[in-house]
């Protein structure tokens, strides 16, 4: 069984992922937290913890982070968190095993890995900030670490960031925080980035959603859908708030590596000016993966069929 930590920020696809990663039969969720990028905090973790609740039986305290970031999200984004929150199916009276951890997010980080017995795998689908403080205040983790799946970064000429004082060449986990990307591509760890040239295969579209309205009887598929409802699909041409499957694509990763391919590249980080948040070719830069391809229509599928699993 894989033993695997995620570290979220609390937008539609990271919370859907932490859905997806219940369901997995071959991994082991070890620990759970979030980080008030892409959302705002309370709201992001809150829902995580009813999320555990309400789709899983296992007792897992989510932990939430009082990490801040360079560059801001738009609030629009932020707010689907509470949105989430908010859902009945989430809000039915229920038994409660999972509630929000003392530590926060890189403490809880440093504490569940420290205490694993066996190597951990990393999976973070916002900014590396939580994981770049706990490298800091406790090195040893570098080696209790199995691998580092993150989503993030680009090689593309355009990224994913349309904001002023920046030139678009970056993603916006790597734009939030460049410093946190510098600061882990400098250790050992290997890295495995699910880039924007994979993550831009999967956007959000009509047919995908009406699959899921058609599938509605499920619990699972539901959630799905009516989470999803609240983000704009890819209709006619993609705009700065089209929606695409980043996250999820990332966790499906992890429990099914085949999907995918990917390749290994070196790579470094600019960490000021106009071009922030870049990722790029370089070779002093340091290796990683890049994933930068999918099997499209096998990765729905995947997504959907783990739902499905919640009748
Ligand atoms: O850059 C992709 C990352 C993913 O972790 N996030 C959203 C995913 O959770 C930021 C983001 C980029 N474009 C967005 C984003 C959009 N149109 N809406 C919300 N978030
Ligand atoms: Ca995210």
């Known amino acids: 069984m894989t033993k695997v930590y995620f570290n ?58 009082n990490e801040r970031g360079k560059n801001p999200f738009p609030k629009d984004w932020r707010m689907h968190a509470f949105l989430v929150d908010a859902m009945p199916i989430l809000n039915e009276d229920m038994k409660i095993r ?51 799946v993150w989503m993030g970064g680009t090689l593309l000429e355009k990224g994913n960031v349309e904001e002023p004082e920046h030139d678009g060449t970056a993603e916006w986990n790597a734009f939030w925080d460049p410093e946190a990307v510098k600061t882990v591509f400098d250790t050992n760890i290997k890295i495995d980035m699910v880039a ?33 409802a609240l983000v704009p699909p890819l209709t006619h041409f993609v705009t ?32 000021d000016g106009p071009s922030q948040g870049r990722t790029f070719k370089s070779d002093e830069g340091r290796i990683v993966n890049i994933i930068n391809d999918v099997d499209r229509d096998g990765f729905f599928d995947y997504m959907t069929d783990l739902a499905k699993k919640v009748k």
């Open 98 to 148: 999972s509630n929000i951890a003392e530590k926060n997010a890189s403490e809880d980080i440093i504490e569940k890995l420290l205490k694993a017995e066996e190597k951990v795998t990393l999976l973070f689908t916002g900014p590396l900030t939580d994981l770049a403080k706990s490298l800091k205040d406790e090195p040893r983790i570098e080696e209790r670490i199995e691998r580092l």
């Open 196 to 228: 924007l040239e994979s993550t831009n295969q999967v956007p959000l579209t009509p047919d995908i959603r009406k699959r899921w309205a058609n599938e509605r009887t499920y619990e699972g598929v539901d959630f799905l859908g009516v989470c999803y």
């Open 8 to 65: 979220h920020d609390g937008g539609v696809d990271d919370l859907i992922s932490l859905f997806l990663l219940l369901q997995m039969e071959e991994i082991e969720l070890i620990g759970v937290s979030a980080i008030g990028a892409d959302c705002y905090v309370e709201p992001a973790t809150s829902a995580s913890r009813k999320i555990i609740n309400r789709f899983s039986n296992q007792k897992l305290d989510v932990a939430s982070s």
């Open 240 to 271: 700065n708030s089209t929606y695409f499957l980043w996250d999820v694509l990332t966790t499906a990763y992890v429990g099914k590596p085949e999907l995918v391919t990917k390749e290994e590249i070196k790579i470094g980080v600019l960490t």
